[in-house]
């Protein structure tokens, strides 16, 4: 079959060159029109709900919002498989993770289905909200608006109204969440006092706001039923009517008269403060040290991070005649600069790599034959993208990773053909002779990466894109072998052109087999003392720009001391040199991806390209670690985003308590607690307990109340309306919709003495002072009530030492059985164990198989059990030199490591099968050498270390191949010594 198929391409050689054309060209159109970002889409099958509720606390919003929610309308919908949620002031977010495999549009679909019967939750929230799905790396843009002359509550409106919709309209833009934002309202403020003063009741300026509306979301008010126009016929035309509406201002509603005051005129303002204003903040931002408006802009899975950003930047030039008040700043935190320079330096790698590379081959075969080789090449690599453009794939690190890796798979492929075509046998024999320890390298470099498609969990969708490309590139190279080569040579080296002979190495190397053999088993046994001692980070870690410094103050902190502390950060930061900008956000946004409270913020800190990266990032975090009290963290947007989906654990062992009574839960985690301290291996174990903050708590003295006729109820929403507000109806401007509000004036609520004085009516009309009717105190209460599986949790966590993690776990899970529980309440080891040990023991077994599989291979080979045997275990020799360089460069372990070591493993596999391989190793490792010199930067992040492994690991190679294997096997050593006596 190899030499019909060689056969059929030289004979029809033109038309398979123009299908090489064809491929190259559609290759270039779908890696340009490819989806570009840093990393690949790893994200689980997942549904996000969001339930904005303003002003309750986060055990308000767990028992109101949260579990009504999991418990009655989104627990046990199809394809479930994990429901978590939290709980924070203000806000419910649940995430619904599916089983792996389920369509996105399917989940989606399920859980809208359910969210359309949350009528039946209280009327204290906003209805909740299925959020756009998001990228992996959601982030695509962050833009700050910072008002020169228009105040933050105007840029709000123009941020929400015009500028948000336009964004929105971007394709591939998912979601644009805005910090800081102030939407406009109009207020009508009551002092509990000044109501009294005039014989007015809290709830006659209630009827009377709401009823002066259009419409009220009072369903007791006559607002609430607004009626409609209607129209008439004359006898020529039907006129259709109209109202309009008097109220445009704060002084328009301030005329209104006030409801039930009989023999006398009483309005709005003559016993309130109408102003427009603005809601009470859960989050603020800032740049350039001034305060600002944050807009987060989210892309879809998929997006192209460059066409999007694209997009953006003309909505915003668009827009640029109508924000001429506002200093816009689109470069916060862009992906795409880091993206752009990326590219730029992976392209200039790759030239002059391409160049050396091209130089070694011209200096081993011939101009003519250096010119099939790299047509050949480039078409195997096109072919492979062309591949990956067609699946949809995005193009990231992982996948330049993928396809880089594969490339000295297929220098050496199309070295061993050309190499094969010089030796005068007829140019279809000598490619089919070829062919055969060719397609037995192909088999050995397929087998290596096939574990990594077995892998569990989200580690499979990030590490897979790698070896599918690599993958890809190796079948597309042995079908370039069998067609394009063949092609080309028949074409430029039947004219007499000739293929230069393979250097060798003289005689006198292979005299002492033993030597050579226990130099190398000594080596090995040292590479594998070694390895332990590397550190092992198998997320890339990209040099970007953009760095993210996380602030996370003690609970209870308030909004104003947050802003104190960052706007201080944000000032001692841009003092350092190579900073460009730092521009801060603070709490969260509607609708955003931060679920967290105000005592949490994050400062973007841009750098200066032409700055030292290195330097730079040491002196930010010199100084944010100089602020006591701060929990703190420097890193990129990617990394944590990586970190956070990919599950990155600190803690070795956490065991999880689940139930729904709070002191049951601690109770009972005092109970584990000791008997997990008794297992051998488990070090300094703690409970995990829920940060709490300081909360005003207001209970009613029913024997107080009953004197008044006050019931509980009455207490409640009268200090809503008085300290959070009560919205009675909706004032419509234009295409706008501002929201009208009653509440209490800012001085009335400023202090506990300020909420005991507020004044509550009783049914006979009398006012009472709420401190005389309940006791308001200061207590604590959670900060973030976090469940799962719909129940409350505990965690409790320790390190291990001594002992493997799998079997410490076997040991606590024997010890939790025998604790006692009550009903609805369990512990359970977390990560799945059953689950990680299934998927461990699959990947262990795929490994031992694939090696297997090398084993057979080699046997097939070489026809023989000795030499295959001798050669299998001689293959580690070539990791050697890849693993001592990366200990002694850099000390890590890291991903561009592994992918170097793979390699090599390769080219080692094809050079103890193919004598002619000299030429490769000089072709690739010239290939490489430049990223030395371009260090870790922009895109090279995977590559520098790579190139470390693959330089260190091709000496080791050439020496395996050279000497080691000839040693091992003595009929090869003979074969050797007379190769190179001719």
Known sequence: MTRWIVGQSVRLRLLVLLGAVAVLLFGFVRIRDAAVDVLPEFSPTSVEVQTEALGLSAAEVEQLITVPLEADLLNGVAWLDTIRSESVPGLSSLTLVFEPGTDPLRARQVVQERITQAKALPNVSKPPIMLEPLSSSSRVLMIGLTPKELSLIDTSVLARWTVKPRLMGVPGVANVAIWGQRDQQLQVQVDPKRLAANDVSLAQVLQTTGNAMWVSPLSYLEASTPGTGGFFDT????????????????????KVTVEDTPNRIVRLGDVTTVVKDHQPLIGDSANHGKPSLMLVVEKFPGADTLAVTEGLDKAMSDLAPGLRGIDVDTGVFRPATFLESAMGNVGLWLLIGGVLMLLVLVLVLSWRAALVAAVSIAVSLGAAALVLGLTGATINLMTVAGLVTAVGFVVGDVLADLHAARRGTGLVD?????????????????????????LGGQAREFYQPLALAYGLAVLASLVAALTVTPALSALLLSRGASVRREPRFPAGAFAHPRRIVIAAFVVV???????????RSLLPSAKDPDLLVQFDAPPGTSLPEMNRITARASDELSRIGGVKNVATQIGRAMLADQVVGTGSSQLWVTLDTGADYDLALG??????????GIKSDVLTYDKRRSAELLG??????TVRLYGQDPAVLQGKAAEVLKLVSGVEGVVKPRIETEAEEPTMLVEVNLTAAQKFGIKPGDVRRAAATLVNGTEVGSLYEGQKIFEVIVRGTPDAKHSLSGVRDLTIESPAGTRVRLGDVADVKVGSKPTVIKREDVSRRVDITASVSGRSVGSVSADVESKIKNVAFPLEYHAAVLGDRAREQSDNWRVLAISIAALIGVFLVLQQAFSSWRLATATFFALPFALA?????????????????VAGLL????????????????????????????????GPAAGLEIIHPMAIAVLGGLITSLLLTTFVVPALTPAATKEGTEDAHQ
């Open 430 to 454: 000598a490619f089919t002779a070829a062919r055969r320890p060719a397609l037995f390298t192909t088999a050995i470099s397929l087998l290596v990466v096939v574990p990594v498609f077995f």
């Open 903 to 934: 390699l090599v493993f390769g080219i080692a596999a094809r050079g103890t099968l193919a004598r002619d391989n000299l030429g490769v190793h000089l072709a690739v490792g010239l290939f490489f050498l430049p990223a030395l010199f371009f």
């Open 648 to 653: 990155t654990a600190s803690k070795d062992l």
């Open 619 to 628: 002196e930010v975090k010199r100084a944010i670690a100089g602020y006591p």
């Open 235 to 254: 006898a020529n035309q039907r006129l259709g009517i109209q109202h309009v509406s008097p109220i445009v201002s704060a002084e328009d509603l301030a």
């Open 525 to 535: 046994l040292a590479t594998l003392a070694l390895t332990p001692l590397l550190n």
């Open 881 to 897: 030199g890849g693993v001592l360089t990366t200990w002694l460069v850099n000390g890590e372990l890291s991903l561009g490591s």
